[in-house]
């Protein structure tokens, strides 16, 4: 037996649609906030002027009234929220408009959630804060949570939640909160999966813009 080296660069082209929404006196000489939302699960292809009005109530609301450009990509149909896939797409954003690259924050709900929790343990230092809802983990375990050290949390999910297990949520901010980092939890003492009501919630956006 040898051991050996190897060098290797791999390539991944992407295309997609998404819903943008920029403040009111939008410019180009100003750098703004910006909040990623990522849908959750469709069993069929969401038009985008469909998917606009699947967005959560209050999510376009607070983030127009704080100044926030919102971004809500339409993940491809048979497809699931690959990281690299939300990160192009974010890098694609900052290139496009006049975004603070210091404040990009990452959020969903459901099968967006765990896009949320993917795409931020890969590239942690792509946000300044993220926001899983009713989210779950699929591969991030108790060895992978200092990757969230020095990335702000505010997790929220239904107690009664069946599709996506509360503790899913719950186990994985005691363990970054382990870790010396900054998770914060609400739970919410529903019987469903639908907790969208986060995004009436006008603390979030304070909380992103404190961050």
């Known amino acids: 037996m040898t051991a050996q080296t190897f060098e290797a660069v791999h390539k991944e082209s992407f295309s997609g649609e998404y819903n943008l929404f920029l403040p009111d006196g939008y410019t180009t000489n100003n750098q703004y906030p910006l909040l990623v939302y990522l849908h959750g699960y469709y069993g069929e292809y969401i038009s985008p002027d469909v998917m606009a009005g699947h967005i959560p ?12 450009i ?18 192009s797409f974010i890098n694609h954003l900052i290139e496009t408009y006049d975004i603070d690259d210091r404040r990009t ?30 989210g779950g983990v699929s591969e991030i375990n108790h060895y992978q949570a200092h990757r969230f050290e020095h990335l ?8 009664g939640d069946e599709i996506v297990r509360y503790s899913h949520s719950e186990k994985m901010i005691e363990l970054i909160n382990e ?13 469903s999966h639908d907790a969208d009501v986060t995004y009436q919630n006008i603390d979030l956006y304070h909380w992103l813009l404190s961050l």
């Not at 109530?57 to 926030?68: A, I, R, T, V």
Request: proline share 6%; net charge negative; charged share 15%.
């Open 179 to 191: 870790q010396g980092g900054n998770g914060k939890l609400t739970i919410y003492e529903v019987d």
């Open 105 to 134: 924050f990452l959020s969903g709900t459901s099968m967006g959630g765990f896009g949320t929790w993917a795409t931020a343990h890969e590239f942690p230092d792509m946000f300044a804060g993220i926001v899983p809802v009713s």
């Open 57 to 68: 109530q209050g999510l376009k609301e607070n983030s127009h009234e704080n100044q926030f």
């Open 70 to 87: 919102l971004a809500c990509p339409l993940c491809p149909f048979e497809f699931y929220w690959r990281t690299t896939y939300v990160f």
């Open 152 to 159: 702000p949390v505010w997790a929220f999910h239904n107690r």
